[in-house]
Structures are given as C-alpha cells and as structure tokens.
C-alpha cells in the first residue's frame, strides 16, 4: 500500500476527529449555574450566581451581594457572642470580576447559608464602620511593622509603606 504524505495526514485527521468527543468551552452558561462565594485580593466578598467564567477565571454574577464583615470587638475565646458582624448588601444588575483579582470562589451551601455559624447579622452602618475602624488599625499597624522592618535593614514588601 502506497499513500502520499497528505492522504496519510488526512486519514489521520479523520480517525483524530471520529475518537474526540464534543466538548463545551469552558466558561458556557450551561456549565456554571451555582452560587458560589468569591473573595477578592482587596478582602471584599461577593456572594451570587455564578453564570461564567473563563480560563483566566474572570468571572460573571448575577443577583449579587456584596458581604462585609467586621469582627465582635465584645467577642472572645470562651464567651458565647458571635465573633463576627455581617451583613449582605444587594448589588443590581450583573457583577464582573476580575479573575487576577479572586482568591477564593467556592460553592455555597445552600442549607446553611441561611443561619451562617459564629456571626450575627447587623445594620450596614455599624458593620461599615467597624470594618474600617479595623481596615485601619490594621494599615497602622502594617506601618509600625515596615517602619520596624526598615530600621533592621530588611526591605518591606507587599503592601508595607516605611
């Protein structure tokens, strides 16, 4: 049996083509219809449906909310009060994230999303103001430590200004 070079690769093509099953690209709505938690490098966290994504996992939401957080300054280790302050603010319309900007998007559970564990649910006002009151502690202390760091001749890195 005598074939040229193309009539071998077109009767390989062929055989290829019969042996690959039909595959959906990824990020195809058919594929990703969940809600899922997203948090994001910046520590913002949105919770909604996840209808696509890609491979860079750039992400789409729909009826999206965004949770914010603030830990109980009243809690402690061995007391009964949540630790945590949320609450869930309804963002309109479709959110697009960012896939460089995901650190963690997870599936939700939707029997237990109702009554999260360890955390009560608050008016936006005190959580927003307990964040940021926390939000800049948290920077002054980042501060403290770079400026430390620098004194010690060691460079400060992601995110510590000396």
């Known amino acids: 049996m005598n074939m040229s070079f193309n009539q071998m690769l077109q009767r390989s093509q062929q055989e290829q083509r019969q042996q690959e099953a039909p595959v959906e690209a990824p990020g195809h709505p058919s594929q990703a219809i969940e809600k899922v938690d997203v ?3 910046d520590e913002k966290e949105y919770i909604g449906i996840l209808r696509s994504y890609d491979q860079f996992a750039n992400l789409v ?6 949770r914010i957080a603030a830990r109980n300054p ?6 009964p009060a949540p630790k945590w302050f949320i609450c869930d603010v309804k963002l ?19 029997d237990g999303e109702d009554e999260p564990k360890g955390v009560k649910f608050a008016p936006e006002e005190q959580v927003r103001e307990l964040a940021n009151a926390q939000r800049n502690e948290k920077k002054a202390s980042e501060v403290r430590k770079a400026k430390a760091y620098k004194m010690a ?3 400060a890195g992601f995110g510590m200004t000396a």
């Open 39 to 41: 948090l994001l490098r």
């Open 61 to 66: 939401l729909t009826e999206c909310t965004e």
């Open 74 to 79: 009243a809690a402690s280790t061995d007391s």
């Open 92 to 110: 309109p319309g479709l959110m697009t994230i960012r896939g460089e900007n995901v650190t963690i998007c997870a599936t939700v559970d939707l």
């Open 153 to 155: 001749g060691i460079e």
